[in-house]
């Protein structure tokens, strides 16, 4: 059974590779090296806040685009290109293509991010000439972000799952905005009374939390992150891109692939 | 049968990681109170603020606003006295959408109001609310809000001033005309301030700004009932000669029907010269003349300087 999950999972990682989504490296470098050049040149004191906000603001955005883009066709593209019969007719099961999909674009998102996390640190290292222990800070926000990639995977292979390519991207995308906006959502739930309150609340559990996992502003001005903060929001994004997939498995075994 | 089994795994993994999905939330939201409102530490900036908008800084703005309402319910409800985050906070909300008259209006009311109403920044208030009439001079709501704070600092010709120029704004309410006339007039009176006080009481939907004429009908009242209190024990002490012990002496007597109560429900108090206070100046965040001689209000929980 691993193995199967793992053979898909290699599979789909090379398939991005071949696809040329890590060309997009090339532009994240094109961008900090002149970022950082740049803001060298025009700004005071603030140079460090600027690398590291715009360094995390791209890994996150860039990761972002990867995995909607991806993910949308992880499993459409396999049924449009009849590959999916192929497999399907090997002695592997539904849910194991599912698991091997989610687990091959988590892994190329993470190599990605730490390519763009050594560039962002060598964009660090030229501006402010040396490390600091604050610095160590920013890599929480890049396993943070790594986090919400997870997310926003299994999010993508659900809508892909039972969606065309186009739909998916627009569901996925939406929830990540709502996402971004889910702690103002909740306060917007406390404001509220009757039923907008209970339908506002549920919405608040139901979509994913990904302010929580943003903390890009915080540790730009060096401030540190708690260890209880960090434990619980892995928790978190592992836990509901479980119940995401689960739900993605759920409607995918049940599909008529015919 | 292998295909319902894994149905039947996936939704109950499906149902056990959603209820634990809700409860991790919980718990990450416990973690990070007003993580969110304290952004605005970090980007304080309008101009960068709006250029990260990607032009959709009106919807930014109804965001921001939203969490404006948000903190100072929040900051009402535990009664803290610090109100720090009001001031940029609204300033970010007026910036993104200069049209955003609620912002304008209830921000200038609850930056004017004195703590635990409010963050007792009239100056703030009144920045943010000539801010709000340079960018909707037609809007009368704005002049009047604006002649109220004037008004509660005192500056009556100010206030006047500002009601007069609301009079003139196409479609105004008739009303301003008169506040105009009545503050440049008698505007240290009594009933000038209850008037325009229940103006606002009557014509407000907001709970908070309601709650906030209500606490100042109810010290006017008190003002006015000991300021008629002290007549009664002046003309005591001329005839007398000196002032009673008591306002149990003042019933017994039959000049008064009985003690007087206070709108809390509390007995007036009287010192040994004749001054009148209500029994609880502590909860009369308002009163300005039925205090006791050398009273200090007492700070509320969490109190600290607002910053300006």
Redesign the interface.
Same mark, same amino acid.
């Given at each position: 059974m691993a193995s199967r999950i793992f053979h898909i999972a290699a599979n789909t990682f090379r398939e991005a590779v071949r696809d040329r989504v890590l060309y997009n490296l090339i532009a994240f470098a094109l961008l900090l090296t002149g970022a950082a050049i740049f803001v060298g040149q025009i700004s005071i004191e603030i140079e460090r806040l600027v690398v590291i906000n715009l360094g995390l603001t791209a890994v996150s955005l860039f990761g972002v685009v990867i995995a909607i883009f991806i993910g949308i066709g992880l499993v459409s593209k396999e049924i449009e290109k009849r590959t999916l019969y192929t497999v399907l007719s090997r002695p592997v099961a539904r849910w194991e293509f599912i698991a091997g999909k989610f687990f091959g674009l988590s892994g190329t998102l993470v190599v990605n991010t730490l390519c763009m996390a050594l560039g962002v640190f060598a964009a660090l290292l030229y501006v402010s000439r040396n490390l600091n222990g604050a610095d160590a800070w920013v890599l929480v926000a890049i396993y943070f972000i790594v986090l919400q990639f997870v997310i926003v995977t299994a999010l993508a292979l659900l809508f892909s799952s039972f969606s065309s390519p186009l739909l998916s991207a627009v569901f996925t995308f939406c929830l990540f905005v709502s996402g971004t906006f889910a702690e103002d959502l909740r306060g917007f739930a406390q404001l509220t009374h009757g039923f907008t309150r209970w339908l506002a609340t549920g919405a608040i559990y139901a979509i994913p939390n990904f302010s929580a996992l943003n903390v890009i502003s915080q540790v730009a001005h060096g401030e540190p992150l708690s260890g209880q903060l960090i434990f619980w929001n892995s928790a978190y994004a592992l836990v509901y891109s479980l119940a995401v997939l689960s739900l993605a498995i759920l409607i995918f075994e049940r599909r008529n692939l015919k | 049968m @292998?295909?319902r089994r894994?149905?039947a795994f !996936? &939704?109950l $993994?499906?149902v056990v990681?959603?209820m =634990?999905? =809700?409860l %991790? $939330?919980h718990? +990450?939201?416990r %973690? @990070?109170t007003r !993580? &969110?409102l304290n952004?605005v530490l970090?980007?304080s900036s309008p101009k960068l603020l709006k250029a990260l908008s990607l032009g959709y800084h009106g919807l930014l703005a109804d965001?921001y606003w &939203? @969490?404006v +309402?948000?903190y100072y =319910?929040e900051q009402r409800h535990t009664r803290s006295s610090d109100f720090s985050l009001l001031w940029p906070l609204l300033n970010l909300t007026t910036q993104l959408d200069p049209h955003l008259i609620p912002a304008y209006q209830f921000g200038g009311t609850f930056l004017a109001s004195r703590p635990p109403y409010g963050a007792g920044l009239p100056q703030r208030a009144i920045e943010l609310v000539e801010s709000g009439i340079r960018n909707n001079p037609d809007d009368w709501h704005l002049y009047y809000n604006l002649g109220f704070i004037y008004y509660d600092l005192k500056d009556f010709r100010a206030a006047a001033d500002a009601f007069d120029r609301g009079s003139r704004v196409p479609n105004a309410h008739p009303f301003l005309k008169i506040m105009a006339a009545q503050c440049a007039q008698h505007g240290g009176e009594l009933r000038t301030a209850q008037m325009l006080w229940s103006a606002v009481y009557e014509t407000t939907k907001d709970k908070y700004i309601r709650e906030n004429a209500e606490g100042h009908l109810r010290a006017l009242k008190a003002d006015f009932e000991a300021q008629e209190l002290e007549k009664i024990v002046a003309a005591f002490h001329q005839q007398t000669g000196r002032y009673p012990s008591s306002f149990a002496e003042l019933a017994r007597a039959r000049i008064l029907p009985g003690i007087p109560i206070d709108p809390l429900g509390n007995q007036f108090q009287l010192d040994r010269e004749g001054h009148v206070f209500v029994g609880d100046p502590d909860n009369f965040p308002f009163i300005e003349r039925a205090l006791p001689s050398g009273y200090l209000p007492k700070p509320a929980p969490g109190s600290a300087r607002p910053r300006g």
């Open positions: - | @292998r295909r894994t149905t !996936a &939704t $993994l499906f990681s959603a =634990g999905s =809700g %991790l $939330l718990t +990450v939201d %973690l @990070r !993580a &969110t952004q970090y980007i965001v &939203t @969490r +309402v948000q =319910g």
